[in-house]
Every structure is written in C-alpha cells, then in structure tokens.
Nanobody, 130 residues
Framework: QTQLVESGGGSVQSGGSLTLSCVLR????????MGWFRQVPGKKREAVAL????????????VKGRFTISQGDAGNKFALNQVFLQMGNLKPEDTAIYYC???????????????????WGQGTQVTVSA
C-alpha cells in the first residue's frame, strides 16, 4: 500500500525559510513523478515543484529561484524514497496547505495536474506572515 508521510510545515515571517519532507512508502514501481502541490481555500490545487525517477525537475514560475526540490534515500528499509522542498524567501502568498503526491505516470512532470495523481499525503500547513 502506497503511503506518503509529510512533515516540516509551520509558521514563519516573510523572508524566512522552511523545508518540507515527504517519505514515500510501499511504492513498488521504478518510475514515478513525485512532488508538491499547494492549495488555498477557494482555489484549485496547483503544482509547486516535482521530480521524476531520473532527477528531472519542474518548478512553478511563481516559486522559481526561491524553492528547490530534491530527493534522497530515506535510509529506511520501509521507505523507498524521500522528497524535500526547500523554501526560501517565503512570501505571504506562499501561505497554503502543501500536499505531497506521487504517480507512476512519470511523464506528468512536464504538465502536472492534481487530478492526474493517484497518491496523496495528508497535507501540511505553511503560513507566512507579513
């Protein structure tokens, strides 16, 4: 059973930094597209940054230069992979619930839509105050 476990959200002031972590468990395929979406009330869930099994990335223009996505081995026999989102120079408009997602359709990297992703984490709140 595929599971995504997120951590690292919180509250910071404008200009601050946070790092989100997502551990992927139980995923049995070699190829994937995995990463972060965010959502605020009344708006669609939007892609923030994603990475595929080869390490290719796609970062939204709104966060490019401020956010970095990376991946690494969680070092745990129960965990296949771990993805990090390093967020710097945070702005109030970055306030949202951030969700980790993964899907075996690795080609989603180039045009990621939330509706195309099969597996989701529970979400973690990021709040940036002015």
């Amino acid at each position: 059973q595929t599971q995504l476990v997120e951590s690292g959200g919180g509250s910071v002031q404008s200009g601050g930094s946070l790092t989100l972590s997502c551990v992927l468990r139980g995923y049995t395929y070699d190829k994937y597209c995995m990463g972060w979406f965010r959502q605020v009330p009344g708006k669609k869930r939007e892609a923030v940054a994603l990475i595929d099994h080869d390490g290719n990335t796609n970062v939204a223009d709104s966060v490019k230069g401020r956010f970095t996505i990376s991946q690494g081995d969680a070092g745990n026999k129960f965990a296949l992979n771990q993805v990090f989102l390093q967020m710097g120079n945070l702005k109030p408009e970055d306030t949202a619930i951030y969700y980790c997602a993964v899907d075996g359709k690795w080609w989603l990297l180039t045009s990621p839509l939330a509706s195309d992703f099969a597996y989701w984490g529970q979400g973690t709140q990021v709040t940036v105050s002015a």
